[in-house]
């Protein structure tokens, strides 16, 4: 997925807006020297995504700005993607359609596992934003892209066999009058009132 020439190059600029103390050049005094503070795995994710997707603009032909970019050219970026993929995807005609573990190999494509398309839409959306773009011309909320990543998410359900439903949250119960709370068999009980002051 990560395309750019050089990933792990530092970011050039100074905030990413990503949360107060980026910078603790002054915070260590103890080192001598100011460390700066590496961004997180998904921040250094989302950079690495976003200069794969600056790349793209400038080798598409003709070359796009980012002003002129819209949904239609975020589909054609994630289908283009496709041919990195590692997820085998199986075709209606394949004896393995369905399944989700099949016995044997077969000439099935390989292509981008929805769950990562999915991510990558988040963080390029997000980092569209963080780079000047305006939330309603966000390219990466267009429903053309919604409804894309919908229909590979389905059909990828029905050819790998597995199923993408959101996972239900257990509510936390609520403890009835009388019952254990769970710690060692004891009961929570309120602190006892103040004592009363002596006159």
């Excluded at 600056?54 to 002129?68: D, E, I, K």
């Excluded at 239900?168 to 009058?177: F, G, S, V």
């Amino acid at each position: 997925m990560d395309l750019s020439p050089n990933p792990d190059s530092p970011p050039s600029g100074g905030g990413n807006g990503g949360g107060g103390g980026s910078s603790s050049s002054s915070s260590s005094p103890s080192l001598g020297v100011g460390t700066p503070q590496s961004p997180s795995r998904y921040e250094a994710q989302k950079r690495r995504d976003w200069n794969t997707f600056g790349q793209y603009l400038r080798n598409h032909r003709p070359p796009l700005s980012l002003a002129q970019c819209s949904g239609a050219h975020v589909l054609e970026f994630l289908r283009y993607l496709d041919q990195f993929g590692k997820t085998k995807v199986h075709t209606a005609a394949c004896p393995f359609f369905g399944h989700p573990s099949p016995p044997a190999p077969c000439p099935c494509p390989l292509r981008q596992a929805w769950g990562s398309l999915d991510a990558l839409v988040g963080r390029l959306r997000a980092a569209y934003e963080e780079n000047g773009g305006r939330p309603e011309s966000n390219p990466f909320a267009a429903r053309a892209v919604r409804l894309y990543l919908r229909e590979v998410r389905e059909h990828q359900a029905r050819a790998r066999g597995v199923s993408y439903e959101k996972k239900k949250r257990k509510k936390p119960q609520q403890l009835q009058a009388g019952e254990s709370s769970g710690l060692h068999g004891h009961q929570h009980h309120p602190p006892p009132p103040p004592p009363a002051a002596a006159c």
